[in-house]
């Protein structure tokens, strides 16, 4: 039974244990390969913060270093790397804009990501996304496990 209109399943993916949960998951709910794209947001660099030198690392290069370890670390799951893509800014408005952008009918996403910081129901990018997505959103709680269909 399907419950989103649309094809198309943008899952934002930060390296953490519950966000590589929530992309095997959207790996099953997708029809084809070609319907999931997931993304990473990396945050600005704040030029102030200790240790940053002025032009020393490049917003280019940061992409590419995210990028190559995020098709590392989900290669598991055969996702097409052109589905993947690397973003830089605030990660809830980022998710929101790519799902819009890929005409998304679905975002799926882990309760809680790489901050280990609890909240009392999401953690602060779940909640911005539920309430900025442009398409439904199915958020996963942690230690989902992805179950497959008799047949599939």
């Known amino acids: 039974m399907k419950w989103f209109n649309e094809r198309t399943i943008v899952a934002p993916f930060d ?4 966000s590589k949960e929530s992309v095997a998951l959207a790996v099953e709910l997708a029809l084809e390969p070609s319907d999931l794209h997931v993304v990473h947001v990396i945050p600005p660099l704040i030029v102030s913060e200790p240790g940053v030198v002025w032009g020393a690392i490049d917003d280019a290069s940061r992409v590419s270093h995210a990028r190559e370890e995020m098709v590392k670390a989900l290669a598991h799951l055969n996702i097409p790397e052109e589905q993947m893509e690397v973003r830089i800014g605030d990660p809830g408005h980022q998710v929101c804009e790519y799902a819009e952008s890929v005409n998304a ?15 009392v129901l999401l953690g602060s990018v779940a909640e911005r ?3 900025h997505a442009p398409c439904p959103v199915l958020v996963v709680k942690p230690d989902t496990q992805v179950k497959r269909e008799q047949g599939k």
């Open 105 to 119: 009918g679905l975002i799926v996403l882990g309760s809680h990501g790489r901050t280990g910081i609890s909240r």
């Open 129 to 131: 996304v539920t309430r």
């Open 15 to 18: 390296f953490s244990e519950q």
